[in-house]
Protein backbone atom coordinates (compact mmCIF):
# COMPACT_ATOMS: atom_id res chain seq x y z
CA UNK A 1 0.00 0.00 0.00
CA UNK A 2 1.25 3.39 -0.80
CA UNK A 3 1.28 6.02 1.33
CA UNK A 4 1.50 9.89 1.06
CA UNK A 5 2.65 12.67 3.29
CA UNK A 6 -0.57 12.81 5.72
CA UNK A 7 -1.61 15.95 6.78
CA UNK A 8 -5.51 15.55 6.89
CA UNK A 9 -5.12 16.00 10.73
CA UNK A 10 -4.51 19.93 10.77
CA UNK A 11 -6.68 21.93 10.54
CA UNK A 12 -6.89 25.76 9.49
CA UNK A 13 -9.69 28.03 11.10
CA UNK A 14 -11.84 29.87 8.49
CA UNK A 15 -13.64 32.89 8.88
CA UNK A 16 -12.62 33.17 12.67
CA UNK A 17 -15.85 30.46 13.58
CA UNK A 18 -15.87 27.72 11.75
CA UNK A 19 -12.86 25.00 11.16
CA UNK A 20 -12.45 23.05 8.21
CA UNK A 21 -9.98 20.02 7.14
CA UNK A 22 -7.67 21.73 4.46
CA UNK A 23 -7.69 19.87 1.66
CA UNK A 24 -4.01 19.40 0.61
CA UNK A 25 -3.22 18.45 -3.08
CA UNK A 26 0.39 18.65 -2.54
CA UNK A 27 1.48 15.46 -0.79
CA UNK A 28 -1.26 13.49 -3.20
CA UNK A 29 0.90 14.65 -6.76
CA UNK A 30 4.27 13.72 -4.79
CA UNK A 31 3.15 10.13 -4.60
CA UNK A 32 1.77 9.94 -8.00
CA UNK A 33 5.58 10.99 -9.06
CA UNK A 34 6.57 8.64 -6.70
CA UNK A 35 4.31 5.65 -6.13
CA UNK A 36 5.77 2.84 -8.04
CA UNK A 37 9.28 3.66 -6.43
CA UNK A 38 7.24 3.71 -2.52
CA UNK A 39 5.97 0.28 -3.56
CA UNK A 40 9.28 -1.07 -3.20
CA UNK A 41 10.58 0.61 -0.17
CA UNK A 42 7.38 -0.16 1.92
CA UNK A 43 8.17 -3.81 1.63
CA UNK A 44 9.20 -5.34 5.05
CA UNK A 45 11.63 -8.19 3.32
CA UNK A 46 13.09 -6.45 0.63
CA UNK A 47 16.65 -6.12 0.36
CA UNK A 48 17.31 -2.16 -0.05
CA UNK A 49 20.81 -1.21 -1.44
CA UNK A 50 22.03 2.07 0.24
CA UNK A 51 22.86 4.04 -2.41
CA UNK A 52 19.61 3.41 -4.22
CA UNK A 53 17.86 3.57 -1.66
CA UNK A 54 19.58 7.46 -0.95
CA UNK A 55 19.05 8.64 -4.19
CA UNK A 56 15.39 7.40 -4.21
CA UNK A 57 14.94 9.63 -0.60
CA UNK A 58 16.87 12.73 -2.32
CA UNK A 59 14.72 12.94 -5.34
CA UNK A 60 11.67 12.48 -3.13
CA UNK A 61 12.84 15.52 -1.10
CA UNK A 62 13.64 17.95 -4.01
CA UNK A 63 10.08 17.42 -5.39
CA UNK A 64 8.82 17.95 -1.92
CA UNK A 65 10.61 20.94 -1.51
CA UNK A 66 9.74 21.77 -5.23
CA UNK A 67 6.07 21.88 -4.43
CA UNK A 68 6.23 23.17 -0.68
CA UNK A 69 7.38 26.41 -2.59
CA UNK A 70 5.12 26.95 -5.53
CA UNK A 71 2.22 24.92 -4.97
CA UNK A 72 -1.23 26.98 -3.80
CA UNK A 73 -2.08 25.07 -1.09
CA UNK A 74 1.50 25.06 0.64
CA UNK A 75 1.57 25.82 4.43
CA UNK A 76 4.99 28.21 3.74
CA UNK A 77 3.34 31.69 4.56
CA UNK A 78 3.46 33.45 1.39
CA UNK A 79 5.89 35.90 1.97
CA UNK A 80 8.54 33.70 2.57
CA UNK A 81 7.82 31.80 -0.11
CA UNK A 82 10.20 33.55 -2.78
CA UNK A 83 13.19 33.01 -0.14
CA UNK A 84 12.28 29.66 0.41
CA UNK A 85 15.30 27.38 -0.46
CA UNK A 86 14.05 24.14 0.95
CA UNK A 87 13.87 22.00 4.35
CA UNK A 88 16.63 20.71 6.36
CA UNK A 89 16.85 17.11 6.25
CA UNK A 90 19.05 14.02 8.05
CA UNK A 91 21.11 12.26 6.14
CA UNK A 92 19.64 9.05 5.25
CA UNK A 93 20.46 6.12 7.50
CA UNK A 94 18.92 2.77 6.20
CA UNK A 95 18.96 1.74 10.43
CA UNK A 96 15.86 3.31 10.83
CA UNK A 97 13.93 1.69 8.22
CA UNK A 98 12.52 -0.22 10.72
CA UNK A 99 10.37 -3.61 10.75
CA UNK A 100 7.78 -4.24 13.72
CA UNK A 101 4.80 -5.82 14.61
CA UNK A 102 1.43 -4.87 14.12
CA UNK A 103 -0.84 -5.19 16.96
CA UNK A 104 -4.52 -4.04 16.23
CA UNK A 105 -6.92 -2.72 18.72
CA UNK A 106 -10.08 -5.16 18.82
CA UNK A 107 -12.24 -1.87 18.55
CA UNK A 108 -11.15 1.45 16.73
CA UNK A 109 -12.30 3.90 18.62
CA UNK A 110 -12.51 7.89 17.94
CA UNK A 111 -10.73 10.22 20.98
CA UNK A 112 -9.98 13.29 21.52
CA UNK A 113 -6.24 14.01 20.83
CA UNK A 114 -4.42 17.55 22.22
CA UNK A 115 -3.45 20.16 19.83
CA UNK A 116 -0.71 22.82 19.71
CA UNK A 117 -3.53 25.43 20.42
CA UNK A 118 -6.24 24.87 23.11
CA UNK A 119 -8.43 22.95 20.77
CA UNK A 120 -9.22 19.35 20.74
CA UNK A 121 -9.63 16.98 17.41
CA UNK A 122 -10.65 13.37 16.76
CA UNK A 123 -8.10 10.56 15.84
CA UNK A 124 -8.76 7.29 15.25
CA UNK A 125 -7.17 4.51 17.60
CA UNK A 126 -6.17 2.10 15.09
CA UNK A 127 -3.40 -0.43 16.93
CA UNK A 128 0.22 -0.61 18.25
CA UNK A 129 3.98 -0.93 16.29
CA UNK A 130 6.17 -2.93 18.36
CA UNK A 131 9.28 -2.98 17.25
CA UNK A 132 13.56 -2.91 18.39
CA UNK A 133 15.57 -0.30 17.60
CA UNK A 134 19.39 -1.34 18.79
CA UNK A 135 18.64 -3.51 21.23
CA UNK A 136 16.05 -1.73 22.37
CA UNK A 137 11.90 -2.83 22.65
CA UNK A 138 9.59 -0.10 21.97
CA UNK A 139 6.20 0.28 20.80
CA UNK A 140 4.21 2.84 19.36
CA UNK A 141 0.45 4.14 19.25
CA UNK A 142 -0.79 4.05 15.26
CA UNK A 143 -3.62 6.26 14.13
CA UNK A 144 -5.89 5.99 11.01
CA UNK A 145 -6.89 8.75 8.81
CA UNK A 146 -11.02 8.83 8.90
CA UNK A 147 -12.66 7.62 5.80
CA UNK A 148 -9.43 5.63 4.50
CA UNK A 149 -6.98 3.03 5.01
CA UNK A 150 -3.96 5.45 5.74
CA UNK A 151 -2.09 5.47 9.09
CA UNK A 152 0.12 7.38 10.69
CA UNK A 153 2.25 7.45 13.92
CA UNK A 154 3.08 11.20 15.81
CA UNK A 155 5.63 10.56 17.85
CA UNK A 156 8.33 12.86 20.30
CA UNK A 157 12.02 11.53 20.87
CA UNK A 158 14.88 13.52 22.44
CA UNK A 159 15.43 15.36 19.20
CA UNK A 160 12.60 17.75 19.82
CA UNK A 161 13.06 21.52 20.46
CA UNK A 162 16.95 21.41 19.32
CA UNK A 163 17.50 19.43 15.60
CA UNK A 164 14.04 18.79 15.07
CA UNK A 165 10.31 20.64 15.56
CA UNK A 166 9.64 21.05 19.43
CA UNK A 167 6.44 19.72 19.42
CA UNK A 168 7.05 16.48 17.52
CA UNK A 169 6.65 14.79 14.17
CA UNK A 170 4.47 12.51 11.77
CA UNK A 171 5.83 9.26 10.48
CA UNK A 172 3.87 7.31 7.90
CA UNK A 173 2.89 3.36 8.69
CA UNK A 174 3.43 1.31 6.01
CA UNK A 175 0.76 -2.37 6.36
CA UNK A 176 2.36 -5.42 5.36
CA UNK A 177 0.00 -8.55 4.59
CA UNK A 178 1.71 -10.94 6.94
CA UNK A 179 0.76 -8.91 10.27
CA UNK A 180 4.00 -6.59 9.91
CA UNK A 181 4.16 -2.90 9.46
CA UNK A 182 7.40 -1.05 8.31
CA UNK A 183 8.37 2.53 9.50
CA UNK A 184 10.60 4.25 8.06
CA UNK A 185 11.85 7.29 10.08
CA UNK A 186 13.33 9.06 7.10
CA UNK A 187 10.42 9.51 6.14
CA UNK A 188 9.47 11.80 9.26
CA UNK A 189 7.65 15.26 8.65
CA UNK A 190 6.91 18.18 10.50
CA UNK A 191 3.11 18.94 10.97
CA UNK A 192 2.04 22.11 9.30
CA UNK A 193 1.79 23.75 12.29
CA UNK A 194 5.87 24.22 12.50
CA UNK A 195 5.75 25.57 9.23
CA UNK A 196 2.85 28.13 10.13
CA UNK A 197 1.45 29.03 13.44
CA UNK A 198 -2.01 29.87 11.92
CA UNK A 199 -2.64 25.69 11.72
CA UNK A 200 -4.31 23.15 14.24
CA UNK A 201 -2.42 19.89 14.53
CA UNK A 202 -2.63 17.15 16.93
CA UNK A 203 -0.19 16.55 18.95
CA UNK A 204 1.72 13.06 20.00
CA UNK A 205 0.52 11.09 22.96
CA UNK A 206 2.66 10.66 25.74
CA UNK A 207 3.09 7.10 25.24
CA UNK A 208 4.25 7.72 21.63
CA UNK A 209 7.88 9.11 23.07
CA UNK A 210 10.66 7.36 22.26
CA UNK A 211 13.67 7.11 24.85
CA UNK A 212 16.23 7.01 21.73
CA UNK A 213 17.13 10.73 19.39
CA UNK A 214 15.29 9.78 15.75
CA UNK A 215 18.16 12.03 13.93
CA UNK A 216 16.19 11.11 10.59
CA UNK A 217 13.54 12.70 8.90
CA UNK A 218 12.74 16.46 8.75
CA UNK A 219 14.73 18.65 10.62
CA UNK A 220 13.44 21.91 12.22
CA UNK A 221 12.16 24.22 10.28
CA UNK A 222 13.99 27.56 10.12
CA UNK A 223 12.40 30.32 8.07
Known sequence: MDHKRNESYCYQPCNGLQTRIVSFTLFAIIM???????????????VVDTTTFNKHLREKRA?????????????????????FSGLS????????????ALHLYGRQ???????????????????????????????????????????SVFFTDST???????????VPVHRQENGLCVIDFNEAYNPYCAYNNSYICPLPPTQNHLNFPVAAGEKAYNQ
Open 89 to 100: YFQPQLKFRING
Open 160 to 170: NGSSTYSGGRY
Open 32 to 46: MMLAVADKTWSRANV
Open 109 to 151: RQMLAETNTDTLVNVVRFGRFAAEFLGERFWLEIYRTKGTDEL
Open 63 to 83: IQDSLLRWEEASPIPIDQRET
